[in-house]
């Protein structure tokens, strides 16, 4: 009978959790969803040393804001819990303990000098990267050397010793990577993974294999950077005899900087001129604050859109998918090997498409407070309209309020306008457009470009040679959206005082 999907999301709450950290529990939901199985969030933090404060909440916010729901987590455990290592710690050492009972693992007393010492030596015999394995561990000072009374009276004198997965001699493990294919190692190549660190506590491997193992956890969908690690799970898995319900391995493409060189890091920051982290962060210690992708603006439908991308396509043309679409459209199968480039114009992209589906009204209602906060005053209908007329135009909602002529008269006006457009003329032929306007009783857009377009006719004028004029008293732009659109949302009593005020202002600056 084949069992339901259930996958995890395992991050250590050392830091923010970087955008490829997000995209990485996109796919766990996308694939968990698919299969109508379960997404777990399990918060890895055995290594207290490495643990920030903070960090954890906002693992959480950060899912939260992207719409990825745990079905179990710390914050609503299932039967599996806890789903915090830390509360699970001292439940490891048995199973490492197991493992030297069954001869898959051994006590190894070597203390950090002397392992110092070695790694030493084997650099100045022109071998940097001393390995302790199937070699090297017949020479150090382990249960595998040692007679079992001298390992009985090292643990009865307190001897601190940590305990070693014993990777097999010379094996070939042949292990299939649902987006690598089959991977192939030979164990020689693996060396002996601490499992049960000297303060009892567990490393990640061990802590991982048996959380997964308890979990009932049947894929692992993770960053490439954990590649290098799948064979002594792997090797943990046969120790444990756990081979019949062993996960099957995903590792995800790396996410590459814009340039394509080299791996998008949390330490970019905004070094690069674009977030890598979906929320803001200040750092506790330092203070300093990394921008979010939430803070610039971004809707949380436009980054997850975007980072689906990142590794993933659907195999035609279509880019917009929502969540639920998304859920759709994924598989594993279609997740690339190859490194995906991190494009920020592609992710502005994104955030104005999702701007442009939104409706005035509720493009309206997130306009409304910035506002606010700005100290602009507009009631909601005039704000409405507006997002209309702005929302083809902006790709961020803050930008739908960069035109402030909407909420005041002009102050200054575009001064290459007015050297190229403002002739001796203007101010007459704005004065006869001013009394067709004064005419209008119903001042929409329709009638308003009706009229406008009849003007120009009758007097034989080019376009340009009103509405630049005209645009500038009314907007102190020279370019923008429709005028009839804008004039009809400002009013006619707005416009026409503005006309007033402005001719003798720019025919000044005109003289000036
Ligand atoms: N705790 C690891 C991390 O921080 C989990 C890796 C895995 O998914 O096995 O990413």
Redo the contacts with the bound molecule.
Sequence with gaps: MSRKVRV?????P?GPLHMG?VR?ALYNYLFAKKHGGDFILRI?DTDQTRYVPGAEDYIKEALEWCGLIPDEGPSNPGSCGPYRQSERKEGYAKYAYDLIENGNAYYAFDTPEELDVVRESAKKMKMPNFQYNSITRTSMKNSLTLSAEEVQAKIDAGEPYVIRLKAPRNEELRMNDLIRGWVVVNTNNIDDKVLLKADGMPT?HLA?VVD?HKMEITH????E??LP?APT?FLLYKAFGWEETMPEFAHLPLILKPDGNGKLSKRDGDRLGFPVFPLEWVDPKTKETSSGYREKGYFPEAFINMLAFLGWNPGDERELFSLTELVDAFSIERVGKAGAKFDTDKTKWFNQQYLRMKTDEELCALLMPKLKAAGVDADEPFVTKVCGLMKERAGFVEEMMADKFYFEAPSDYDEKTIKKKWKDDTPAIIEGLRKILVNITDFTEENIETEFKNYLEVNEYGFGKVMPGFRLLVTGKGMGPSMSAICAILGKDEVLSRIDAGLPKVEALKNA
């Design positions: 995890r999301f395992a991050p250590s050392t950290g990485t890895e990640y991982n997964d692992v969908i993770r960053g950077e954990w690690s799970h």
